[in-house]
């Protein structure tokens, strides 16, 4: 890493505030309206605005590893599939026959296909969208293959991460949406990763509340006493906006370490834990010694889809290491998210369904939450 990273820029920042030779942030109190989390119109406007325009996180790329690669998902409110081609490129089709409009493949979730097979007459596609074969052809008249491809949405591979956007027929802004962000998850290895282990589940809680607890510093050490909280100092977090994402960090108790290391020697996975926040549905944290990639996928104001992945540099080869990182999972899915993380997500979607309060209230080391909240609605006011 060279000396103008921004990693290990904010590496800085939290070694400056842990030795005490910068002030944490000045207090503060913003709020956020309680409605903002259930108000079911609130929601679709955030779907329209938001979701069914923006680049939105598929899934990881070695989840589709080969030429026919292709994961059938419905769960963004339109039936879809995503293939690798046989060039190698990442592509997402309309899950739905040009013939008679009939569903290509039934069942949802990663499958390994030479072509889609249309069950009902049997008119063929290739991985890559085009029609191949339609049976008895001669019974058609005045009707062209070339022309009756699946229709495509724009779908881009980048720096290990699949991205979709819902809009048939429609055009990719990548690097507008990415920005500064693909050279961090570069710098943290994303693009050669695997994916070790998945959990999918569905969420009783807005998928703002998600976000919330994934950029709050203040919580660490109190709601994960008895997980990882042991193993971060106080409150010494720092976030930063790039485009529409925010890298956010929180030291961990090795961060003193930093002072007497040259810069360049700065290891940000071991110093402090980063996560950034993918706008606006995805969630990367970088731990020691693997990667949790987080999807959303909103599906009212009050559920949310939350699927889990565990990236690991390579797949583990030995029985011991298995059960390191079979041990790993366990602690982090279910210990720390399940048991924490979303027990907090989901008690407060309740505390808000209650009415016993009009405001959500933030405080100096929730600042990343606000920062959060200004680009939704920046995003829904546009
Ligand atoms: S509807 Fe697909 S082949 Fe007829
Ligand atoms: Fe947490």
């Not at 007497?260 to 969630?283: D, H």
Request: glycine fraction near 6%; charge should be negative.
């Amino acid at each position: 890493m060279t000396d103008t990273n921004p990693i290990l820029d904010q590496l800085q920042d939290l070694l400056d505030l842990a030795t005490g030779r910068v002030n944490g942030p000045e207090p503060c109190l913003h709020r956020i309206a309680v409605d903002l989390y259930a108000s079911q119109q609130h929601f679709e406007r955030e779907w329209e605005t938001i979701f069914a325009r923006r680049p939105l996180v598929l899934c990881h790329s070695s989840e589709l590893p080969h030429a026919g690669s292709t994961l059938v998902h419905d769960e963004f409110g339109l039936p879809m599939l995503t293939s690798r081609d046989q060039a190698g490129h990442v592509r997402t089709f309309l899950n739905v026959c040009r013939h008679r409009n009939m569903r290509l493949v039934e069942t949802q979730g990663f499958h390994q296909l030479k072509s889609l097979v249309c069950p009902y007459h049997q008119w063929t596609y290739g991985v890559d969208g085009q029609l191949r074969n339609i049976p008895r052809e001669a019974d058609f008249c005045d009707i062209d293959k070339s022309e009756l491809g699946l229709v495509e949405l724009p779908t881009e591979e980048r720096d290990g991460l699949v991205w979709l956007k819902l809009t048939p027929r429609g055009h990719m802004d990548l690097d507008d949406t990415l920005g500064t962000i693909g050279a961090d998850l570069a710098a943290f290895g994303i693009p050669d990763a695997v994916v070790y282990a998945n959990n999918t589940r569905e969420l009783e809680c807005n998928w703002k509340l998600i976000h919330d607890a994934f950029l709050d510093g203040y919580h660490v050490v109190r709601l994960h006493k008895n997980t990882v909280g042991a193993f971060f100092p106080d409150c010494i977090s720092t976030s930063q906006q790039c485009g529409l994402h925010i890298r956010s960090s929180v030291a961990r108790n090795e961060i003193l370490e930093a002072k007497t290391q040259q810069r360049s020697k700065w290891n940000p996975r071991t110093l402090c834990t980063f996560a950034y926040t993918l706008f606006p549905n995805a969630i990367v944290i970088m731990h020691p010694d693997y990667t949790s990639l987080i999807r959303l996928v909103p599906l009212s104001a009050d559920r949310t889809l939350f699927s889990h992945s565990m990236l690991v540099d390579e797949m583990p080869g030995t029985e011991k290491a298995r059960a390191h990182f079979d041990k790993s999972f366990e602690l982090i899915d279910q210990g720390v998210f399940q048991a924490e993380d979303i027990f907090v997500c989901e008690g407060a979607q309740k505390g808000i369904r209650s009415g016993a309060n009009q405001d959500l209230l933030l405080g100096a080391n929730e600042i990343a939450v606000k920062q959060f909240h200004d680009l939704v609605e920046r995003e829904v006011n546009r």
